[in-house]
């Protein structure tokens, strides 16, 4: 028995054969004399030969023969007459003359715990956008190739894909950054993370259930919509401002918010529920950006948490400049009616998809909470360390009142799931001499071999070694 990585070079496996006297044509063997050759084990039990057996071989430290990619399998079939000989110079005695069909009879060649050489992805490419895409929204779908790899009719899979998304070229002036095992083909972004009339790059990197990567797909533009939706500039859309005449007043202080907006606080009329909600952070050195009321909706029902069945309010999407990159930022949230028993504080992001941001701290009334999101960190939906958050969240219930319901996840889980594989190939029988196999097996695969009868009783076959 032996292997080659190349059908070129082999390595044999060490035998024994202290059978001590010759074997008739009908005669038999005691097995307990034998050793390292195909039918020491009865029929339907099979032999194993352990490549790990070879690790000290010149062959295999020499690299001629790569235990990691084993392609070819040779059984050298032992006539039996006393002109072979077993690893430390014994003759073999194996039943002999025979006539008819003379030669070991094979039934299979199995491997076990095998691992296949795995090749990364093919490159995939972008679709949607179209290249040089005008008057895209704030808050395009971005749509890749699907998933290719000559490894999936083996069980391999897409697991995740990285999505840059930058404002030049060389992809150094990074918006977005994300590597997800949700967002794999379509990236759902939020509508605050780019600007009106600006031009953006984006590229996609795919990686499989080994987490080989693929290389870089090439990069397609767009340039966003120059229609503003915040024509005053005071950061809220300006169909979702707060009427003149509104008596709101959120944070409770006896001012109507509408004459309280300013860089640290913002209030804005939702877009689900009738109502307002506002944010505020304390440090006068940081500001919000941008804020905007979204229908949670328009986020795909990814991750390990179910999608928020009810959201009171709907959510709100932000664009805060924290004082420092790196910053945590302490945000306080109000609503104008009070997150029912059980709400709690649900967002969305590429990476995870739906979550509940468990950090979430209620006010004993429930008309406020405070969050705290890091830049780059948790709660940070660009990837990025650039002293900006951006953060979908709104206070939601699952749909069964529990912390997070139990449904199946998006296909993309269980990473090493599918990398065990056995190959199984039969081969005539009565095969002598070389058969190569179409396979590549890790370090520590057992090859089997089975022979068709009853080797210690077999009157028409031999031995192989
Ligand atoms: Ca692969
Ligand atoms: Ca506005
Ligand atoms: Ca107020
Ligand atoms: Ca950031």
Redesign the pocket.
């Known amino acids: 028995m032996e292997v080659s990585s190349d059908g070129m070079t082999f390595a044999r496996f060490n035998n024994d054969s202290l059978t001590p006297n010759p074997v008739g044509g009908f005669g038999s063997l005691d097995p307990t004399d034998i050793d390292g050759f195909a039918g020491k084990y009865r029929q339907a039990y099979g032999t194993p030969f352990d490549l790990s057996d070879l690790a000290t071989r010149n062959e295999v430290i020499s690299g001629a023969v790569d235990l990691s990619a084993i392609t070819h399998v040779r059984l050298v079939d032992v006539v039996g007459d006393a002109s072979d000989f077993d690893t430390s110079g014994h003759v073999i005695y194996d039943p002999y003359p025979t006539n008819q069909s003379a030669g070991l009879d094979l039934d299979a060649v199995g491997v076990r715990y095998e691992s296949r050489v795995n090749v990364a992805p093919d490159q995939p490419f972008p679709v949607f956008p179209t290249d040089n895409a005008v008057n895209v929204p704030l808050n395009p779908t971005l749509t890749a190739s699907p998933f290719s790899d000559p490894d999936t009719p083996n069980g391999d899979f897409h697991y995740q894909t990285r999505w840059q998304i930058s404002e030049n070229t060389a992809f150094t002036d990074l918006v977005l950054d994300v590597t997800s095992p949700t967002s794999l083909t379509t990236l759902v972004l939020s509508a605050t993370l780019l600007q009106t009339g600006t031009t953006y790059f984006w590229r996609i990197q795919y990686f499989d259930s080994q987490n080989a990567a693929s290389g870089w797909s090439q990069s397609f533009s767009f340039t966003t919509t120059a229609t503003s939706n915040d024509t005053n500039g005071n950061g809220i859309p300006d169909d979702q401002e707060l009427d003149p005449s509104s008596t ?10 509408v ?2 907006i300013t860089d640290q606080y913002k ?1 804005l009329n939702t877009v689900v529920g009738d109502g307002q909600v506002g944010i505020s952070v304390a440090n006068p050195n940081v500001v919000i950006e941008y804020l905007e009321a979204t229908d949670p909706d328009q986020f795909p029902d990814t991750g390990d948490t179910a999608a928020p069945q009810d959201t009171i309010l709907g959510l709100i999407d932000f664009r805060i400049r924290v004082q420092n990159s790196g910053d945590a930022q302490s945000i306080t949230v109000y609503l104008s009616e009070p997150a029912p028993s059980g709400y709690q504080w649900y967002k969305y992001g590429p990476v995870k998809g739906w979550y509940v941001f468990s950090d979430a701290v209620f006010s004993s009334d429930r008309r406020s909470l405070a969050i705290t999101l890091t830049d780059g960190d948790a709660g940070d939906t660009d990837g990025l360390t650039n002293g900006i958050l951006i953060d979908p969240g709104g206070a939601g219930t699952a749909d069964d009142g529990s912390e997070s319901a139990d449904k199946p996840k998006s296909g993309s889980s269980g990473i090493n799931g599918g990398s065990a594989m056995c190959f199984i190939t039969t081969a005539g029988s009565r095969v002598a001499g070389q058969m190569p196999i179409p396979m590549t097996i890790a370090a520590l695969a057992l090859l089997f071999i089975c022979p068709a009868v009853l080797r210690i009783r077999t009157r028409r076959c031999r031995h192989a070694k």
């Open positions: 709101v007043d959120l944070n409770d202080d006896g001012i109507p918010d004459d309280q209030v």
